[in-house]
């Protein structure tokens, strides 16, 4: 309906009662539904999802292309596709995207910034005749 790529799949999860201190580096689709004291970064140049639940709490940055929240953030958020806040999300940092979704009830405190990536421009040089 709104030209989203249904193909978006979860890899892996990351329970309620798992907590990890330390950053975590993933690939394709993670969903967490833990506590994480550290940062969360997809694979830089590829496609990602990551799911924050209700119930999770990241003390962290947090990057990855596509970015669904419905829980805590406490740190920076750099989506480069989709950001989508749902109801219960809390954000307290700044943050970063190139499409953003909010629902009523969503809060972030901290700027929020249209990351627009420039298209490189053609120069062309002039002849001298």
């Given at each position: 309906m709104?030209?989203?790529k249904a193909?978006?799949?979860i890899d892996s999860l990351i329970g309620s009662t798992t907590r990890i201190?330390?950053?975590?580096?993933?690939?394709?689709?993670?969903?967490?539904?833990?506590?994480?004291?550290?940062?969360v970064i997809?694979?830089?140049?590829?496609a990602s999802m990551l799911i924050i639940s209700e119930q999770a709490v990241i003390e962290?940055?947090?990057?990855?292309?596509?970015?669904?929240v419905n829980g805590v953030i406490n740190g920076p958020v750099f989506s480069s596709d989709l950001l989508e806040l749902q109801p219960k999300a809390r954000i307290s940092g700044d943050v970063h995207y190139k499409t953003l979704e909010m629902m009523s009830g969503?809060?972030?405190s901290g700027k929020l910034?249209?990351?627009?990536?420039?298209?490189?421009?053609?120069k062309l040089a002039a002849s001298a005749a």
């Amino acid at each position: 309906m709104f030209n989203r790529k249904a193909k978006n799949t979860i890899d892996s999860l990351i329970g309620s009662t798992t907590r990890i201190a330390g950053d975590l580096h993933f690939k394709g689709g993670l969903r967490i539904d833990g506590h994480i004291s550290g940062n969360v970064i997809a694979e830089p140049d590829a496609a990602s999802m990551l799911i924050i639940s209700e119930q999770a709490v990241i003390e962290g940055e947090v990057r990855a292309s596509h970015v669904v929240v419905n829980g805590v953030i406490n740190g920076p958020v750099f989506s480069s596709d989709l950001l989508e806040l749902q109801p219960k999300a809390r954000i307290s940092g700044d943050v970063h995207y190139k499409t953003l979704e909010m629902m009523s009830g969503a809060l972030v405190s901290g700027k929020l910034t249209h990351d627009v990536i420039q298209e490189p421009v053609l120069k062309l040089a002039a002849s001298a005749a």
